[in-house]
């Protein structure tokens, strides 16, 4: 395949004679075949060397990435979540390359939506360009398990909790799996509940401004319905202490019908269960609101971080910002693309996630500060610690904790 003549417009990129070795991080579950093989074609066909620095996965990866920015011991490249509340930690403005300028002239509307990039910017400036399929998130469900049971896809959660979970827990299987132990599960079950109001109103922006709180919302609502779940036995058995291996378990042993997932889930099944097996869905408060957050981003890293190759740096993302290279990306993962333009191959689950997204007013969580896993609050309402009432007022105490501390005008 023949590489573009020159990098996209502005690029600060200059041809060198020796070359160095293009340093990127990723999560320790992302070192795998999808990723891994985009970077061999990268060297293939352009003569760049890539070496992979690895660092752990949750809570750690944002740790680790901080101390070695901090210390400027940073990669070249650093894959990180897109939600400022999660890479602010990060420093950005010190640490990383500002793209504002580049991305209005190459990115934003010809080949990524103003609406990423825009819940993307740290004070109206970018930092990033989308590394990963869009995360749509849904729920997944077993199809095997819906034929024996009888049901087709709930129209509402009022549908489910009413009329498919009782068939599905009549015919032996558990209607959804509760993962106690990986709690951000739950937190999708809540955040897609209330995905009518936060995309129908101003709740989102209000929350930002500390003008509302979640204890005046729908989120309390959204608890109580994950305590109705529970009180009814329509949870697993082990709720409490489930784990995300059990849950794919249960998805791939045909125990459970449904479970909250998204299309990072993928991978964790066979293409041919992924083919024959899965199937997707949304369901909100009123109805089957579509609800995603923005993919991983790629962050080019300033010198002084680590970032001591810039050139091979900006190589990578001209070249993986071609539209053949774009499409053979999404394609490995048969995921949503983040880009315009990109119709290429999905699996079943993610093509019904896909047609939600398209068909729906989608739901994208856009608050300004972490309110620290909305799954933590909706374990302790399972466990009986905290009533749904109570839950939705500690989420906005720590809400309003996080939010002062990345700055937030409102709340300081």
Do not use: C
Request: net charge negative; proline share 5%.
């Amino acid at each position: 395949m023949a590489l573009a003549a020159a990098p996209l417009s502005g690029t600060p990129q200059e041809e060198s004679t020796a070359r160095k070795v293009v340093h990127i991080t990723l999560f320790d579950d992302q070192v795998e075949e999808k990723f891994l093989g985009m970077l061999e074609w990268f060297t293939a066909e352009t003569g760049w060397e890539t070496e992979v620095v690895p660092a752990p996965g949750g809570q750690d990866y944002f740790t680790t990435n901080a101390t070695r920015l901090a210390t400027g011991e940073g990669p070249d490249i650093l894959i990180g979540h897109g939600t400022p509340a999660e890479y602010l930690v990060y420093n950005p403005k010190e640490n990383f390359v500002d793209i504002t300028d580049w991305a209005r002239d190459n990115l934003i509307g010809a080949k990524v939506p103003e609406a990423v990039m825009a819940a993307n910017a740290v004070d109206g400036r970018n930092y990033g360009i989308p590394y990963s399929p869009i995360t749509l998130r849904g729920y997944l469900y077993n199809k095997e398990v819906a034929q024996a049971a009888g049901v087709t896809v709930p129209s509402s959660t009022g549908d489910f909790l009413d009329n498919v979970a009782p068939k599905v827990r009549a015919a032996g299987f558990d209607p959804m799996y509760a993962m106690g132990q990986s709690v951000w599960s739950l937190g999708f079950v809540a955040d897609n509940f209330i995905a009518d109001e936060f995309v129908l109103t101003d709740v989102q922006d209000r929350i930002n401004n500390n003008e509302t709180s979640f204890a005046e919302t729908g989120m309390v609502r959204a608890f109580e319905y994950i305590k109705e779940i529970g009180d009814r036995g329509y949870f697993n058995s082990d709720a409490l202490v489930g784990t995300t291996e059990g849950q794919y378990v249960a998805i791939r042993e045909g125990t459970v019908y449904s479970a909250m997932g998204s299309v990072n889930s993928l991978p964790n099944f066979t293409e041919e269960f992924n083919n024959t097996n899965l199937g997707g869905f949304n369901i909100s408060e009123q109805g089957n609101r579509a609800y995603y957050s923005l993919p991983w981003f790629a962050y080019l890293v300033k010198e002084e971080a680590g970032g001591d190759n810039q050139e091979g740096a900006w190589a990578f993302i001209n070249w993986f910002l071609e539209q053949e290279n774009l499409a053979r990306f999404y394609n490995t993962f048969r995921a949503p693309s983040a880009y315009m333009g990109i119709e290429n191959e999905m699996f079943p689950y993610s093509a019904d996630l896909l047609a939600h997204f398209r068909g729906e007013v989608p739901f994208l969580y856009k608050l300004k500060a972490s309110p620290q896993l909305t799954g933590v609050y909706a374990a302790t309402v399972i466990a009986g610690t905290r009533t749904p009432q109570e839950a939705a007022e500690d989420m906005q105490r720590d809400f309003a904790a996080s939010a002062k501390a990345v700055g937030l005008e409102a709340f300081q």
